[in-house]
């Protein structure tokens, strides 16, 4: 007697939509998927940020090794003098 006939979901669907009715099930979709939506862009930004977090990062502090392209530009000119 479990729900896995046809005739059980009919029944469920029917007594939902007496329950809810229509306008409302409707809200609830449209509800539901806005929220969604929603979510996605929430976690797009988060994304973005930790990005943007990360390029700054690197902007503000060099590298470790402390040699830009310029510095090792000069350093390479002076070797060949």
Known sequence: ???DS???WAILLVI???????????RVGSDLGNAVRGFK?????DEEE???KA????QADPPAGG????NQNQR????TK
């Open 1 to 3: 007697m479990g729900l």
């Open 41 to 45: 862009k929430a976690m797009q930004g």
């Open 76 to 79: 390479d000119s002076s070797e």
């Open 67 to 70: 040699s830009t392209q310029a």
């Open 6 to 8: 046809i005739w059980h």
């Open 50 to 52: 930790e990005k943007r």
């Open 16 to 26: 939902i939509l007496l329950v809810f009715g229509t306008g409302k099930l409707t």
């Open 55 to 58: 390029q700054e990062k690197l």
